[in-house]
């Protein structure tokens, strides 16, 4: 019985054995080039110094005519303006291309949550200003407090809708106005924390990245249940990735929307994600009986500033 053969260790060898030839013209080319820099100089200077009629051209004209040719028969239809040549700049026009549909995307997705948001802004203005108005004959001091948060919550979410990049510290800020907000109008019903691993304070974060999600959170967690609950917002450091995670102890996720988390808001978030981050961030939902987990995970990009723990 014939021994099997091995044609990928065949290719390997073959493959092997055009490198080194390639080399061996390489360097026999580069050889004869730095032959040629140093001696057709000094052909030069000695047909100066020895006067009389000009001779050195003639060397210089036909060695540079040779190692031209050498030139082209080792590199031509690889390196020198050959397919390897071509297939470089193919890739180069490529990338660029691809650069510009990326960046296409992301003015894209900036604009469709610029969009959003001001569809969604005028609901809660108006839901909230109400809110105030009914305050202010029989609770002064809430309704104050309500519209301090209100106007702290609006400064945030215009410096957000309106920047390419924040920090973990702009969101919590915005995520905490905004449910300070809507503590007013659940009262002990909605309780509300906040677990930041200090040296994530600083750390990069697209803007309204997590006020989706805590959203939510309240929406189909929190305010269908009669007693109420609370939220917990957090982020860890795991290696070179940040976990940002929203818990609810409501009623679940899952009994309002799709169980995979393909309900319209985290669908537009996970797109949101894919562009923002070049497909390196992920978005999970799971039931935490009671209640839901949410998880953002995303690159760090750049080290972290101080800061320091915080609860809500």
């Known amino acids: 019985m014939n021994p099997t053969v091995d044609y990928a260790a065949m290719r390997r060898e073959e493959a092997l054995r055009d490198a080194r030839k390639r080399v061996k013209e390489m360097r026999g080319f580069y050889f004869a080039a730095t032959a040629y820099a140093i001696v057709i100089p000094s052909l030069w200077i000695l047909n100066l110094v020895m006067g009389g009629k000009i001779w050195a051209h003639w060397p210089m004209i036909g060695w540079g005519i040779g190692l031209a040719a050498q030139g082209l028969s080792v590199f031509a239809g690889r390196s020198f303006f050959g397919t390897e040549w071509e297939q470089k700049k193919v890739d180069e026009i490529m990338a660029r291309e691809n650069l510009k549909v990326v960046s296409s995307e992301k003015q894209l997705v900036q604009a469709q949550m610029r969009m959003l948001q001001a569809q969604i802004e005028p609901h809660f203005l108006f839901n909230t200003l109400a809110n105030i108005q009914t305050l202010i004959p029989r609770a002064p001091d809430k309704a104050s407090l309500m519209l301090d948060n209100f106007i702290a919550y609006l400064r945030q979410s215009l410096t957000a809708s309106r920047a390419q990049e924040g920090t973990v510290k702009q969101e919590v800020d915005?995520?905490?106005?905004y449910l300070e907000l809507l503590k007013i109008r659940m009262g002990d019903r909605l309780q509300f924390e906040f677990d930041i691993e200090p040296d994530l304070q600083g750390a990069s974060?697209?803007?309204?990245?997590l006020q989706p999600v805590v959203e939510n959170a309240i929406k189909h967690g929190l305010e269908p249940k009669v007693e109420g609950g609370k939220?917990?917002?957090?982020a860890r450091r795991s290696g070179?990735?940040?976990v940002l995670t929203v818990?609810?102890?409501g009623l679940g996720f899952s009994d309002h929307a799709d169980r995979s988390g393909a309900g319209v808001g985290l669908a537009n978030l996970r797109e949101r994600l894919a562009v923002l981050y070049d497909g390196q961030a992920?978005?999970?939902?799971a039931d935490a009986a009671p209640g839901t987990v949410i998880t953002v995970s995303v690159p760090l990009s750049r080290s972290a500033g101080e800061g320091g723990r915080q609860a809500g």
């Open 174 to 177: 915005l995520l905490r106005n």
């Open 205 to 209: 974060l697209a803007p309204m990245l």
């Open 231 to 234: 939220v917990r917002v957090s």
């Open 240 to 242: 070179e990735t940040m």
């Open 247 to 249: 818990a609810d102890n």
């Open 282 to 285: 992920t978005l999970t939902v």
